[in-house]
């Protein structure tokens, strides 16, 4: 069983940053990648990012302004977000154990999920 941590959300103005932290209960992170979900009111569940090995992926709407990184020897995974819009307004939510046969940009492949943590970027 792996639990995953999310923190670092809160509000911040349009155009400004936050660093959202990712931290696994047992050190995982060699076996699962890490991908980044959001969640918007009234809208479903959208991938943002992933980090897997060396290799990282992002979703169109914020490739250029959020960043993917692990550290701990992979064991906290960080998305720094830059040039905040209000539409990045979203509750935002680690994911790992991706199962075979779902393309990690599905959310509906993941064992393990954290509890999520608020991103609100005002205009």
């Known amino acids: 069983q792996v639990q995953l941590v999310e923190s670092g959300g809160g509000l911040v103005q349009a155009g400004g940053s936050l660093r959202l932290s990712c931290a696994a209960s047992?050190?995982?992170?060699?076996?699962?990648?890490i991908s980044w979900f959001r969640q918007a009111p009234g809208k479903e569940r959208e991938f943002v990012a992933r980090?897997?090995?060396?290799?990282?992926y992002y979703a169109d709407s914020v490739k250029g302004r959020f960043t993917i990184s692990s550290a701990d020897a992979g064991n906290t995974v960080y998305l720094q977000m830059r040039s905040l819009k209000p539409e990045d307004t979203a509750v935002y939510y680690c994911?790992?154990?991706?199962?075979?046969?779902?393309?990690?940009?599905?959310?509906?492949?993941?064992?393990?999920w954290g509890q999520g943590t608020q991103v609100t970027v005002s205009s």
């Open positions: 980090i897997s090995g060396g290799s990282t």
């Open positions: 994911a790992a154990g991706l199962n075979g046969g779902h393309y990690f940009y599905n959310y509906g492949g993941y064992k393990y």
């Open positions: 047992r050190r995982t992170f060699s076996a699962y990648p």
